[in-house]
């Protein structure tokens, strides 16, 4: 990585690149700490000092930016689920389907346009409902309608400006912009991480051998953690395909041997996200219409505290453990659904016969379809299986004793970190190389 990464600098194109997406990274740290007119300071220190819940999870996300209200506080959330809605809707209309696979650029530019379309509209109700949740708070200067709409075009605005960071850097940077963006808020934590560990070590007391062997088993843990989803992002099963000789204009094109690379993890981190999303929303909207749900109880309150267990231990262990069997359902069957939704075995199958090709030992056809439908589906249990084990285990650590629940670098993070540094890593790679062979070309 490092080799790559002084070779990038050598190379003008790719150092232009880097320096361009360093640049916007810099413009959205900054962002994160540029206050949303119309709050009181004062008011916000004293309010967002319990953060907790749902708030806790959405500030570590955004790499505090919710903390301190700032313009990013919805960080780049209705974006991501612009996007999902707009790719399960992309299998349902067909005219949206058609976008997708047959309207090449022109299509994928309208597919865009609609999911920024989403974007603003969903940003729009999410920032309404912030503001109602925390009007009673008194974190805002007034109640009037002034200050209400003031706040909502600052925190719509903000997320607009990040889609097009996110937009900018996909484009004329490196790597997935909106994946960068998260990445960036989830490792900004890390240094108010590492000052939690050593508090833990050093107290006020003195130096805490049980804090010491605590924090390298903490340590240690995430060192494996992180080694076992590089472990599954970069392993694939290689289906062999082996393609006969046929004649191409006046030319003999011999027989090839090739494979199909089958990711473990071919879904990415996509489940656990809409898995996430899933289970909080119900704590959302309950929250919006009863801003003090936390403090009473009945029906409502039971499935707030049910909703909110994803991001909390302060609910009770009951909640925690049907809420983390529903979870790692939800995560092992959004799997299922993105993986069939992005290779579909037929299709593969389809496309080797049509091109002379076979799978050796398996007739071409509707036997390779299951061979493949076989292969895909031991695959997904395992990817499912494993990323909903990462995602849960974040869970458990919050209930360990009283302190440690900020060290809970969660699963998703992990998964989220590890993916989009891996991601990166490759996108550069590619430029390195694209530029190398034209180089070569050009002497």
Known sequence: MFKTLKNALKTPDVRKRL??????????????????????????????????????LIDMISGGAFSRFSVFAMTISPYITAS?????????????????KEGGEEGRKKINKYTKILTIILALVEGLGIYLSYKSTGIFVDDSFLTGALVVT???????????????????????????LI?????????????????LIVSES?????????SLAIILGALVLVAGVVFVQQAERRVPVQYSKKVVGRKMVGAQSTHIPLKLAMAGVMPVI??????????????????????????L???????IATSTSNVGIGYSIANALIYLLLIVGFTFFYTYATFNPAEV??????????????????????????????????????????????MLIRFLPEGLGNIAFGGTSILIVVGVALETVQQLESQLAMRHYKGFLEK
């Open 19 to 56: 320096l361009y997406t360093l640049l916007l990274i810099v413009v959205f740290r900054l962002g994160c700490y540029i206050t949303v007119p119309g709050v009181n300071s004062i008011a916000l220190n004293e309010a967002m000092g319990q953060n907790n819940g749902i708030a806790g």
């Open 84 to 100: 999902i809605v707009i790719q399960l809707l992309a299998m349902i209309v067909p005219s949206l389907e058609r976008l997708t």
């Open 154 to 180: 600052g925190l719509v605005a903000g997320t607009s400006l990040l889609m097009w960071l996110g937009e900018q850097i996909t484009n004329k940077g490196i790597g997935n912009g909106i994946s960068l």
């Open 183 to 199: 990445f960036v808020g989830i490792i900004s934590r890390l240094p108010s991480l590492a000052t939690t560990l050593w508090n």
């Open 206 to 214: 003195g130096f805490s051998t049980p804090g010491l062997l605590i």
């Open 274 to 299: 809409f898995a996430s999303s899933f289970m909080t929303f119900p704590a959302m909207i309950i929250q919006i219409f009863v801003p003090d749900i936390a403090s009473q109880t009945g029906f």
């Open 301 to 307: 309150a039971g499935l707030y505290n049910f909703s």
């Open 349 to 394: 199958s389809n496309n080797i016969k049509k091109n002379g090709g076979f799978i050796p030992g398996i007739r071409a056809g509707k036997p390779t379809t299951d061979y493949l439908s076989s292969i895909i589906s031991k695959l997904t249990w395992f990817g499912g299986l494993f990323l909903a084990i990462i995602a849960i285990i974040p």
